[in-house]
């Protein structure tokens, strides 16, 4: 059965510090892996997807790694922002027949001003 | 506006008392299923639908139905609620299938005392 975790649960972090979130998955036979933004009280916003194939993925400040093989992943943001504020969940979608997605308990990320 | 939406978004409710929580995207989605959030447990997949008059169970589908009429349409129906279905729920939706970026609606907070 997938087990997604990620680390750490919280972070604190002062304004414009480029920042590091991890999730690691125990089934490393996925079709892709996604990271999600979500801000209290609303829904999620996908960030990132990245295939089984792909080894990053980018978008401005953001860059999502994938280490399938050792069942890994990272989310590096650049030059951290208040705005950057909200937690961050990553989720994969393993092989093997079922459509569903394995979510993290996600990294709730503050930027302080 | 590209969108999946949901209602309501709040309900406080009675144990027994049946409820629907309605599901609409309008992006022509073949993919549509629902999660709910618990604190602790993170997202876990309720049910999904590849297309129209399909659906299969997720993780934790137990006091739950689902029906897929329309493309555009997917509610959630709980027959007899419980307390322990008490939660933050989510419909989601993407182009084909849950290997593509999948959209979230806004969530439904759902209390049942």
């Known amino acids: 059965k997938q087990e997604v975790t990620q680390i750490p649960a919280a972070l604190s972090v002062p304004e414009g510090e480029n920042l590091v979130l991890n999730c690691s998955f125990t089934?490393?036979?996925?079709?892709?892996l996604q990271w999600f933004r979500q801000d209290p009280g609303k829904g999620l916003t996908s960030l990132l997807l990245i295939q089984s194939s792909q080894r990053e993925q980018t978008s401005g400040r953001l860059n999502a790694s994938l280490d399938k093989s050792s069942g890994r992943s990272t989310l590096y943001i650049a030059a951290s922002q208040p705005g950057d504020s909200a937690t961050y969940l990553c989720a994969v979608l393993t092989q093997g027949g079922s459509e569903k997605l394995v979510f993290g308990k996600g990294t709730k990320l503050t930027v302080n001003p | 506006e590209a969108q999946v939406t949901q209602n309501p978004r709040y309900l406080i409710t009675v144990t027994g008392k049946k409820l629907t929580v309605t599901c609409s995207q309008n992006m022509n989605h073949e993919y549509m299923s629902w999660y709910r959030q618990d604190p602790g447990l993170g997202l876990r997949q309720i049910y999904y639908?590849?297309?129209?008059?399909?659906?299969d169970k997720g993780d934790v589908p137990e006091g739950y139905k689902v029906s897929r009429k329309e493309k555009r349409n997917f509610p959630l129906i709980l027959e007899s609620p419980s307390p322990n279905q008490t939660s933050l729920y989510f419909c989601?939706?993407?182009?084909?299938?849950?290997?593509?970026?999948?959209?979230f609606g806004p969530g439904t907070r759902l209390t049942v005392l």
């Open positions: 089934d490393s036979a996925i079709y892709n």
């Open positions: 989601a939706s993407s182009i084909w299938t849950s290997t593509d970026t999948q959209y």
């Open positions: 639908s590849m297309n129209v008059e399909v659906t």
